[in-house]
C-alpha cells in the first residue's frame, strides 16, 4: 500500500531563507505520524506544503498518491486540516461553527445536520452544542476545531499542534479521539511538543532548522539517538549543581529534568565520582540511578546536535 503521506526533497525557501530543507518522510495509512522539532524549524510549513496552502521551492509533497502542487483541490477534499492557529466564530455557538464547516466543505444541507450530530457525538460535545464558543475552555474549543476537520470525513488528518495550551485530562481525552480515529484507518501527522504524545506515536521525524535529523519510531530513536547510559540524580540546589556535573569526567551531557537531573554518561561507574563532586562543592546528595532514556533526553541531546555526529 503507497504512503498515506510522503514528502520527497521537500524544500521551501522564504528569499535566501530556508525553512524546510530536503525533508524526505512516508507515514503508513492507519498511523499517527509526529512531526517534532524547536520553534521555527519548519513544522507548520512542511504541514502547509501538505495540504496545498504554499507551494514548494522544489521537491515533492504527496499526499492519498497525489502530487499536493499538481492537484490542491482534490487533496484538500481528501484531507482534514487544523491549523496552529485554529480559527473559530466566538460568537457563534457549537453548532454553528460546524455549520459553517459544512459550507465550505460543500456538505448539502440535507446530508449536513446529520453528519454534524455525528461530529459533535464523536469528538464529545454532544453536552454544549448550543454554547457560544467565546464561553468555551480551551481543551472544548480544541475538540471543536478537529470537529470542523473532520466534518468532511477525510481519511488523512494534519493536526498542527492541536494540544497546546491544553489541561493534561483535555489533552488525554483528545489522544484517545486520535487512536480511535487511527484504529478505524485514518492516518494522521501531529506537531506537538509534549513527550508524553511524541511517546504515544507510531513513528516519529524529529526535525531542526528545517533539517530531518531522525526519523523512526520511539524506540528506534532512543536505540538509535541515546547509546549512552543516563543517570537520573536528585540532590540539593539542582540548579547550580548542574554545572558541576557536566564539568565532571566522564559526564557527555546533563540537563535538568524537572527536579531532578539527567546525565548522559559514559559509564554508570560515573555516579561515584559526581556523588564527591558534589559533596565536595556543598550539595548534599539525595539519590543517584541509573534510568532508561526518555524522548525527552533523546531530543535534548538532538537539539544541542549530539544526534548529527
Ligand atoms: N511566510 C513566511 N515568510 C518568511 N518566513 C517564514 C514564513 N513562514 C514561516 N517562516 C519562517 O520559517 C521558519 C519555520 O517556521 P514554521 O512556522 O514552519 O516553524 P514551526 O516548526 O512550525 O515552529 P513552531 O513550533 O513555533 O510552530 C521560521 O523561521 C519562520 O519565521
Ligand atoms: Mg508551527
Known amino acids: 500500500m503507497p504512503p498515506a503521506i510522503a514528502c520527497v526533497d521537500l524544500v521551501r525557501r522564504f528569499g535566501t531563507f530556508t525553512a524546510v530543507d530536503r525533508i ?4 503508513h495509512v492507519g498511523s499517527v505520524f509526529g512531526f517534532l522539532g524547536p520553534n521555527g524549524s519548519g513544522k ?3 504541514i502547509r506544503m501538505l495540504c496545498g496552502l ?23 477534499r481528501r484531507i482534514g486540516y487544523m491549523s496552529q492557529k485554529f480559527s473559530l466564530y466566538e460568537d457563534l455557538t457549537v453548532r454553528e461553527n460546524l455549520e459553517f464547516y459544512g459550507g465550505i466543505y460543500g456538505i448539502g444541507r440535507r446530508g449536513r445536520r446529520a453528519r454534524i450530530d455525528e461530529t459533535l457525538e464523536r469528538t464529545d460535545l454532544t453536552d454544549n452544542p448550543d454554547t457560544l ?16 476537520a473532520l466534518l468532511h470525513r477525510p481519511r488523512i488528518l494534519f493536526l498542527d499542534e ?3 495550551g491544553v489541561d493534561p485530562i483535555s489533552r488525554r481525552r483528545f489522544w484517545s479521539l486520535i487512536h ?10 501531529v506537531t506537538t511538543h509534549y513527550m508524553d504524545e511524541a511517546e504515544q506515536c507510531d513513528r516519529i521525524a524529529l526535525i531542526r532548522s528545517g533539517k530531518l535529523v531522525a526519523d523512526g519510531s520511539p524506540a528506534d530513536l532512543k536505540r ?31 540537563a535538568l529534568y524537572g527536579v531532578h537531573i539527567h546525565a548522559v554518561v559514559e559509564d554508570t561507574a560515573v555516579a561515584d565520582a559526581l556523588r564527591t563532586a558534589l559533596e565536595a562543592s556543598g550539595h548534599a546528595v539525595y539519590r543517584i540511578e541509573g534510568v532508561a532514556a526518555t ?15
Open 180 to 189: 480511535e480515529l487511527t484504529a478505524e484507518g485514518a492516518t494522521i501527522l
Open 162 to 164: 492541536p494540544t497546546s
Open 133 to 148: 464558543v467565546r464561553e468555551l475552555s480551551v481543551g472544548v474549543r480544541q475538540r471543536l476545531a478537529l470537529g470542523g
Open 295 to 309: 524522548l525527552e533526553d533523546v531530543f535534548v541531546a538532538a537539539a544541542e546536535g549530539d544526534a548529527d555526529a
Open 24 to 27: 524526505t518522510l512516508q507515514a
Open 44 to 46: 507548520s510549513t512542511t
Open 54 to 76: 504554499l507551494a514548494p521551492t522544489s521537491g515533492q509533497a504527496i499526499v492519498d498518491g497525489i502530487d499536493v502542487a499538481r492537484d490542491p483541490e482534490s487533496v484538500k
Open 224 to 254: 538509535e539517538l541515546m547509546p549512552w547510559p543516563i543517570l537520573s540524580i536528585d540532590c540539593a540546589n539542582p540548579f547550580e549543581a548542574l554545572d558541576i556535573i557536566a564539568r565532571t569526567p566522564g559526564v557527555r551531557d546533563a
